[in-house]
Structures are given as C-alpha cells and as structure tokens.
C-alpha cells in the first residue's frame, strides 16, 4: 500500500462511558497499523490510570488532563499520523470542536463513530470495576443518565455543526459483530 495514497484521518468517537469506544478504537488501530500505518489514539480517561491500570478520577484536574489530551492529539497531527484517534466521549459538539479543527486545518478527513447508547443497566454494569477490568471507570448512574440524555439531545446539532466525511453509526446489538470488521471499513476510507 503506497502511503502517498492514504488519506490522513481523524476519528472521533461519539459515546456514552461504557459504550466500548476504547475497545472498537483498539480494533481499528490494529487493522490500520497491521497495514504498515501510523496510529495513535488520545484518551483524557488515560491521565486518569494508576501505574497499577486502575481508573482514579481526580475532578480538580481534569481540565488540565484534557489540555494535555489536546495538545497531544494536535503533535501528532502536525507529525503526520496517519490515523489519529480522539477517544473521548464528545457528547456535545463543542467537546470535540478543537480536535475536528486540528484535523480540518490540517488537511484531515474527519470520520465520526457514533455509538447508540445500550440500556442504562449495561452502561450502569459496565462501570463496575472488576479483576478483569480494573479500568473500569466507576461512573455513576446518575452521570450516565445525562450522558444518554446528551446524546440524544446533541446528535443532530452535532452532526450539521461539523459536516464529517463519513459517519459511522454502531447499534448495541452490532457490538460484538464490528469488532472484526470496523478497522477494514476505516483502512478503505483512509485508501
């Protein structure tokens, strides 16, 4: 694959906590990297891990944790990534408007991956940290309502506000099934 051919590509995912954003951004830069690509993928959620990989949600620096989150998207896109990840959750547009800029500004297709949230019982269970999954993030019930609540409110302003290249939509029932075959999709786009 000739990389003067590739397109250069910013994914935002769109998602509720406990939507599997983290697992499906892992699925695609698999794909993509085994393709000879460059991949990185930005979380503010992993300034928030313990060198143990347990989540510790710190509320008084989470401004800052996302400034560096920022700032270390936009490095990679002044290097040349070619597949740049923001992993956050981006309910509303202004959440995710500095990444899409930096991607836009620079030449960037902007796919956007939407994931229709599950019921509130899966995301609330979801939240439960685990021996298995220590990095769950402990996120309230509460919190989630309004999480599901912003989702549905901002999906249309989202979208007009930003005019993506290409929306990805993911239903809860297609979980399991896109796992093997988003980072495909997402190298055809990027080709």
């Not at 499906?24 to 990989?53: E, M, P, W």
């Not at 979801?126 to 912003?150: C, F, L, R």
């Not at 939509?169 to 988003?182: G, W």
Request: net charge negative; with cysteine; aromatic share 8%.
């Amino acid at each position: 694959m000739s990389l003067s051919k590739i397109r250069k590509t910013v994914i935002i995912n769109r998602a509720v906590s406990g939507s599997g954003k983290t697992t499906i951004s892992r699925c695609i830069a698999q794909t993509v990297k085994t393709a000879g690509l460059r991949v990185t993928r930005h979380s503010t959620d992993d300034y928030f891990l313990t060198a143990s990989g347990t989540y510790d949600f710190i509320p008084e620096n989470l401004g800052e944790y996302h400034q560096k989150n920022l700032d270390a998207f936009c490095n990679d896109i002044d290097t040349g990534i070619d597949l740049v990840i923001n992993d956050n959750t981006n309910l509303s547009s202004w959440h995710s408007e500095p990444y899409i800029e930096a991607g836009k500004n620079a030449g960037y297709q902007i796919i956007v991956i939407e994931y229709v949230p599950r019921s509130l019982d899966e995301h609330v269970e979801s939240q439960i940290m685990t021996e298995e999954y220590p990095e769950a993030h402990g996120v309230p019930k509460e919190t989630i309502i309004q999480m599901i609540s912003e989702y549905h409110e901002f999906k249309k302003s989202f979208s007009e506000h930003y005019n993506a290249d290409f929306v990805i939509e993911i239903l809860p029932n297609e979980f399991h099934s896109i796992k093997k075959s988003i980072g495909g999709s997402v190298l055809n786009l990027m080709t």
